[in-house]
């Protein structure tokens, strides 16, 4: 059991997720720390991406406890609230939004929900103007950021909606699977953005089942097996416990 | 072959292009130059010159520019927040009653006859509170502001719980046949079956009077140019850039931190005060207000009409409520019992054909151009 420490971005206790009786997490507990790059990987079904749920709201656990930072519980907020707190989260398949030009996409995010009266003058502060060209600059799509964002690639698409995370400058970054479905080439590109995510005021985590890609950039891993924590460690650790070995290779 | 095509296609391209980008524009001298033309028209122009407009013409074109708004609501709600609502005759409906209660004040202060309606409820006398509605002005400012308080009250409710698209278009549905049945009560007393009718005059004009009826008709006018250039301005803001994020993915939205449901909100109610003040103009225009105003076909023929000219561009809206309702008025004269059938099989050929509606398709056309 974890004890959380002063760099403790999530702290998950006793969490239990069900549903309609289906037990999708059972008693987990976890701590997603300031400063590393986590990865968190499980066959199908393990609740990875119930746990992401959780965290930003989507899902109401049935118990437990979620806390940003030891003090803020995230389990009695809704995803406004949480993502206003600094949780950004990428999903599983791209979802940007395709009606709107590239740039538009990333000022959408920096105002995270806020300022009507400058939305309806359509205005930005020039610091925020800033951040996007910096943004646009490191996910590859500054010569392009008038473009539909409807006519960008697949890769484009999971770097353009890491690019609205990162504008908004948050505190814990949550990536759903950032390289499935993507080239050799644009992977490399991808670690390259996410291996700059890391500070020390931030906590990324990372959803992913391409072991080559996690051993890349996680720092630590945990392992989820039906919906509880298996083993957490180096890459190298997890590699070599037989219990991993058996989820994975077992089946 | 492939570059006459080609050629060909890229002429079209180009035409859709400029078409789309400065009809946007051009529509508003267009609508002004129309609102300047209606006196001009009946007044300066001899009968005899096919250039003359009789009064019946005038007013159709008033009552044409009433739904051309109403359109221009829904488009708002429906094209670019994703929110179909089948029920904003309620709030063309809300205008034109708290319009007709101002109107019969008028009427009754001048003649001192009780409306046939209230005589027969017995009640006594002319109600009470209806003499808040004695001035124009003060009836306005209250319709907008009871119609957004309407819309905001029921926006809250259902956009906080997330009750979308066809649920929405449902309950909106069932909620402008549930006012229609309330107002066919008699007991109600807005008229019930008949409804509201014998207007005398408005803000001092007589009702009947030639100039007034122009009048209406050029304010119908301008008050679309008022909408349209708000709407436009509205919907090319990056406010209006987040009600289409919203509508395309709005649990994305949230994620980013967006409270959605007010984004919606205020589109709602906007929406809803276009529709409002259409109704107010619409009924001294028809000189008479009754339930099927709010009759589920009247806001499910909006949906059509928006459907038919694209909806998502606002332009397309007010061009498919014009147009259809041109030919509805010109049909239902000539072959009444064909028009069902033309409108049915119109707005099949459009959906089938263009996809979204001629101007969408015209846009989207537009848009390839210039890529």
């Known amino acids: ?251 | 072959m492939t570059t006459l095509f080609d050629t060909a296609r890229r002429r079209n391209w180009a035409l859709s292009a400029f078409l789309s980008k400065w009809m946007e524009i051009g529509i508003v001298p267009v609508l002004i130059l129309i609102a300047l033309y209606l006196p001009f028209a009946y007044f300066a122009i001899p009968e005899a010159s096919v250039l003359h407009m009789s009064l019946f013409g005038i007013n159709l074109i008033g009552q044409i520019m009433c739904f051309a708004l109403l359109a221009l609501a829904l488009d708002l709600v429906w094209g670019y927040a994703g929110m179909l609502s089948l029920g904003h005759g309620i709030f063309f409906g809300i205008g034109g009653y708290l319009m007709a209660i101002y109107l019969l004040n008028g009427a009754y202060a001048e003649t001192r006859v009780l409306p046939d309606f209230i005589q027969y409820m017995g009640t006594g006398g002319f109600p009470a509170v209806w003499k808040i509605f004695s001035r124009l002005d003060v009836t306005v400012a209250i319709t907008i502001v009871f119609t957004a308080l309407v819309a905001g009250a029921f926006g809250f409710v259902t956009f906080r719980s997330r009750i979308n698209g066809v649920y929405l278009s449902i309950i909106t549905q069932a909620l402008t046949y549930a006012l229609m049945l309330l107002l066919f009560i008699n007991d109600v007393g807005l008229g019930g079956n008949n409804g509201m009718t014998g207007f005398t005059s408005i803000a001092g004009h007589r009702i009947a009077d030639v100039s007034t009826q122009i009048g209406l008709a050029v304010g119908s006018c301008l008050l679309l140019v008022i909408a349209y250039v708000g709407a436009r301005y509205l919907v090319r803001s990056s406010l209006g850039r987040a009600l289409v994020a919203v509508r395309d993915d709005e649990a994305r939205m949230r994620f980013l931190g967006y409270r959605t449901y007010t984004l919606k909100l205020i589109a709602w109610c906007l929406s809803a005060v276009i529709a409002a003040l259409a109704g107010m103009l619409y009924v001294p225009q028809v000189g008479i207000v009754n339930p099927t105003i709010v009759s589920p076909q009247l806001s499910v023929e909006i949906a059509v009409w928006v459907a038919i000219g694209g909806r998502g561009t606002l332009i397309g809206a007010i061009a498919g409520a014009i147009l259809v309702n041109g030919l509805k008025f010109w049909l239902t004269s000539q072959l009444p019992e064909v028009w069902p059938f033309v409108l049915a099989g119109v707005t099949l050929v459009i959906v089938v054909a263009f996809g979204n509606g001629v101007w969408g398709s015209l846009k989207a056309a537009g848009e390839e151009a210039n890529r």
């Open chain 1, 1 to 251: 059991m974890s004890v959380a420490t002063s760099n403790t971005a999530i702290y998950v206790s006793g969490l239990n997720v069900r549903f309609a009786g289906f037990a999708a997490i059972t008693n987990l507990s976890m701590e997603l720390r300031y400063g590393e790059i986590r990865a968190i990987i499980g066959p199908n079904g393990a609740g990875k991406t119930t746990l992401m749920d959780v965290i930003t709201g989507k899902t109401r656990p049935a118990s437990g406890d979620v806390f940003l930072d030891r003090h803020t519980n995230l389990a009695v907020l809704d995803e406004t609230s949480i993502a206003r707190l600094g949780i950004g989260r990428k999903f599983q398949k791209p979802s940007v939004f395709e009606a709107l030009p590239v740039r538009e996409n990333l000022e959408l995010a920096i105002r995270n929900g806020r300022g009507y009266a400058d939305m309806m003058r359509s205005r930005l502060k020039s610091e925020q103007n800033r951040r996007i060209d910096e943004v646009l600059e490191m996910i590859g799509l500054a010569a392009i950021g008038r473009r539909s964002a409807s006519t960008l690639s697949h890769g484009q698409k999971q770097w353009l909606e890491i690019g609205m995370l990162l504008v908004a400058n948050p505190r814990v970054i949550l990536l759903d699977e950032p390289v499935a479905g993507m080239t050799d080439h644009e992977t490399a590109r991808t670690v390259e953005l996410i291996a700059s995510l890391k500070s020390p005021e931030r906590a990324v985590v990372v959803i992913e089942h391409d072991m080559d890609f996690v051993g890349q950039i996680a720092d630590l891993v945990s392992v989820l097996h039906d919906g509880q924590l298996l083993g957490e460690g180096s890459m190298e650790k997890v590699r070599n416990d037989p219990r991993v070995i058996q989820v994975y290779l077992g089946r």
